[in-house]
Nanobody
Framework: QLQASGGGLVQPDGSLTLSCTAS????????MAWFRQYPGKEQEFVAGVHWNDGRTAYADSVKGRFTISRYNDNNNANSTVYLRMNNLKPEDTAIYYCAAAVQVGIIYTNVATYASWGQGTLVTVSS
């Protein structure tokens, strides 16, 4: 299961870090990603990180502002993925979800390719 946390209210140009702990499966072998969802819209890819080689992928709208990273616990194959969000803008306001999947090769950005999901955490950027 995936457990996300860290959302909240932040002022424009502020920073926030989201965390997602994945346990119960060997998530250290899964690619992990963050998606976000606006009201009435479908989830969109924000950032992803490869399970092994550290490769990352970002949506154009967050490149240079957001940083995804992960920690794999080799003792139990659990993983924690982080999303550091800097220079936040009002348009970053959304519910953020973490997701995980076994993927071959690249980091997929399609929501349908992710089978495991966290419960979502709300990020509100407002003055």
């Amino acid at each position: 299961q995936l457990q996300a946390s860290g959302g909240g209210l932040v002022q424009p140009d502020g920073s926030l870090t989201l965390s997602c702990t994945a346990s119960g499966r060997p998530f250290s072998f899964y690619n992990m990603a963050w998606f976000r969802q606006y009201p009435g819209k479908e989830q969109e890819f924000v950032a992803g990180v490869h399970w092994n080689d550290g490769r990352t992928a970002y949506a154009d709208s967050v490149k240079g502002r957001f940083t995804i990273s992960r920690y794999n616990d080799n003792n139990n194959a659990n993983s924690t993925v982080y999303l550091r969000m800097n220079n936040l803008k009002p348009e970053d306001t959304a519910i953020y979800y973490c997701a995980a999947a076994v993927q071959v090769g690249i980091i997929y950005t399609n929501v349908a390719t992710y089978a495991s999901w966290g419960q979502g955490t709300l990020v509100t950027v407002s003055s």
